[in-house]
């Protein structure tokens, strides 16, 4: 590999039509790393991920996945690679052990060997006590598991997770964070596209922000948050209804643009001087903006991608973007 690199990428560039979906995008992943690309709805990320993956050609640009370059060695990076992505690949009408074994029969796996590898990645998964059963009577985060068991009867050199949490419930992302874990653990590199913001924090050692097609900043969760200032205040209100007039009370007081949570009694906003910051929160008492809680502490990554976008990682993407990326 270059460099020792597991994926080098250089200029990539997409078109679907007039829309340039991937504008000139850098990678830099070293093996045995989660890497997360991070970014909302239609920003670029699978159709990148497809390229890296040999399932779409490049328009531009250069990539070596492994080693090989994805157009000219493609069969080479299809080797050592695999792919989960945003919708389940699995068989919803076989059992989950039956799903497994198929896959393992289809890689060349024995009758007996592909019995034995279910039954193991069953077991790792937590799904064993599942294994009779068709899948469409799966929960979410059944089927997410399975679909990643799935894409490791052989165990790649370099694993591609699309949007891997999308829709599941709070245990059941918990759980796939758990797996992501483990296979890096166990050497694999791991490639991750994600809107969460606490799901690339939790997870990748590196990130690539991208937005419209474009890498607007690189590097690790607490680079990217130490580049927009060295500090944040977050404030619950004990009141939701009362969030605008707190909302303007700290954009007077602290001269910033400030963050409406997803939890609705919520704010947040860069605050590098503490004793400015304390002031607000004494003056949102006098405005009547009673508050349950405070901090100040490190930016999240929300708030990173806020500064560095004008908008939030889960805002959508423009028209027809994302219709395309996905259909593509």
């Not at 399975?146 to 050199?157: E, H, K, N, Q």
Request: glycine letters at 10%; a negative charge.
């Amino acid at each position: 590999m270059s460099d020792g690199l597991a994926i080098e990428a250089s200029g990539l560039v997409k078109e679907f039509g007039d829309t340039r979906a991937v504008d000139g995008v850098d990678l830099a992943v070293r093996p045995g790393t989660v890497y997360g690309i991070l970014g909302p709805n239609g920003a670029g990320k699978t159709t990148t991920i497809k390229m890296l993956a040999t399932l779409l050609r490049p328009d531009g640009g250069s990539a070596r996945v492994l080693g090989h370059d994805v157009v000219a060695e493609a069969d080479a990076v299809r080797s050592g690679v695999s792919l989960t992505g945003q919708l389940a690949s699995v068989d919803e009408d076989l059992t989950g052990q039956e799903n497994l074994i198929l896959i393992g029969r289809l890689l060349g796996y024995s009758r007996s060997a592909a019995r034995s590898r279910a039954a193991d990645l069953l077991d790792a998964f937590g799904l064993a006590d599942a294994a009779g059963r068709q899948v469409k009577n799966y929960s979410g985060g059944m089927r997410r598991r399975l679909d990643i068991a799935a894409s490791i009867v052989v165990t790649p050199r370099l694993i591609f997770l699309d949007e891997p949490t999308t829709g599941l419930d709070p245990r059941s992302r918990s759980q796939v964070w758990d797996i992501v874990r483990a296979l890096v653990g166990d050497g694999t590199t791991v490639l991750l596209c994600t809107q969460y913001l606490d799901e690339a924090d939790q997870l990748a050692e590196g990130i690539a922000v991208i937005d419209s097609g474009r890498v607007i900043a690189e590097g690790t969760p607490a680079q990217l948050k130490a580049s927009v200032g060295s500090g944040a205040l977050r404030v619950r209100l004990l009141d939701p209804d009362r969030r605008e007039d707190a909302a303007r009370v700290l954009a007077e007081r602290l001269g910033v643009e400030v963050v409406r949570e997803a939890d609705p009694a919520a704010l947040s906003a860069p605050a590098a001087d503490g004793a400015r910051a304390a002031a607000a929160v004494a003056a949102l008492a006098d405005a009547g903006a009673e508050v349950a809680d405070f901090a100040l502490g490190q930016p999240s990554l929300d708030e990173v991608f806020m500064a560095l976008t004008g908008h939030p990682a889960e805002s959508g993407a423009p028209d027809g973007l994302a219709d395309r990326e996905e259909a593509a």
